[in-house]
Every structure is written in structure tokens, then in C-alpha cells.
């Protein structure tokens, strides 16, 4: 078995036994269960999310659990976590394609500050000191919206001495700006 089909079983084995990914008793659509992942008001979302349970299931060796879904914001979370989980198990053997020192990181908070670390996301860090200092934008902006992923896979910046291994690639008057080396990542977020 491949290493993305072996990581996807344990995956799926994982929201099984953890009880992320149940199903319960249901009566509606023609269904006498309903998994946790499915939306209840709408008959294929149940009918669907019921049959791939169970081939999931099925293919995980592991049979469903009869339970009540989770509340929200648990399940939410903790399929967050398993997701995460996955990536770290089946990204971070990719190495070979990959190279570099990476890092998988479950999102726990949603502040401009967390996500100002990561450079797509350092905009959105600026706008909202911005937003903060002038009040015309931030009623322009709004207070709730901001961009959040779940989780964010990272290369971790190098030192110069491991750029420039098998060449002089960078010296103190080259790449001032490129987020790869280490000596450019001065804390920007406020």
C-alpha cells in the first residue's frame, strides 16, 4: 500500500475510533441512521454521507460507532486536530519532493497576530492594526471577518549556511526580502 493510501485509512480510522465520524439512529429521507458529517435538512447530503461511511468504514476495518454527533464547535475542533494529524503523517514524508525543514500547525486561534506569522496571511496581520488605528476602515472591513485556515503546512526559514551548502547562493548583499533565510524574519506583527 502506497504511503498516501496507507495515511488515508488511518486517517479515516482515526475519525472512527475517536468518534469524530459516528452515526446515529434517524428516521427521515428513507435512512434509518445518520452520520455525524452529514447535514440533516437535506436528504442527499444524508443519503451520501451515509454510504461513504460506510465504505470508509469498511475499508478503515472498523466498524462505525452508534452515537449521538458531538456539539459543534467540539466536533469542529477535533476533526481540525485529525486533519492536522494527517498532513504531519503523510506530508511530512514526502521529503524527498519537498525538501526542507516543514512544519503542520493546527490553527488554535483566529487573531491577525497568529496568522501575521505566516507570510500569505501578513497582510491580513497589517490590515487589521491598520483597522484598529482607524475606526472609518474597520467599520469599512467589519469587526467579525477575517481570513482563518484550520491548518497551515510551513517551511521553517533556513540559516544561510545551509542556502549556501553546495554553493554560495546568498551573502549579506543578496535576498534581503526572500522569507527562506533566516536572517530576514524580523517580527513585523505589532
Not at 172 to 181: K, P, T, V, W, Y
Request: aromatic letters at 6%; proline letters at 3%; charged letters at 25%.
Amino acid at each position: 500500500m502506497s504511503i498516501l493510501s496507507e495515511e488515508r485509512v488511518n486517517f479515516h480510522r482515526y475519525l472512527i475510533k475517536n468518534e469524530i465520524l459516528t452515526h446515529a439512529p434517524f428516521s427521515k429521507f428513507d435512512a434509518n441512521y445518520i452520520c455525524s458529517n452529514a447535514d440533516n435538512g437535506q436528504k442527499h447530503s444524508v443519503l451520501v454521507t451515509n454510504l461513504l461511511a460506510a465504505k470508509v468504514a469498511k475499508k478503515a476495518g472498523v466498524i462505525l460507532v452508534d452515537r449521538k454527533k458531538k456539539d459543534g464547535q467540539t466536533l469542529g475542533n477535533e476533526f481540525e486536530e485529525a486533519c492536522a494529524l494527517y498532513l504531519k503523517n503523510a506530508f511530512l514524508r514526502l521529503g524527498s519532493l519537498r525538501p526542507g525543514n516543514w512544519e503542520v500547525q493546527k490553527i488554535s486561534g483566529r487573531k491577525q497576530s497568529v496568522l501575521g506569522k505566516y507570510e500569505q496571511y501578513r497582510h491580513l496581520a497589517e490590515l487589521g492594526h491598520l483597522a484598529a488605528e482607524h475606526p472609518e476602515l474597520r467599520n469599512f472591513l467589519g469587526d467579525g471577518y477575517t481570513v482563518a485556515p484550520d491548518v497551515v503546512i510551513s517551511r521553517v526559514p533556513e540559516q544561510d549556511e545551509v542556502i549556501n551548502t553546495s554553493a554560495n547562493v546568498v551573502d549579506g548583499d543578496s535576498c534581503h526580502q526572500a522569507m527562506l533565510r533566516a536572517t530576514n524574519h524580523i517580527d513585523k506583527i505589532k
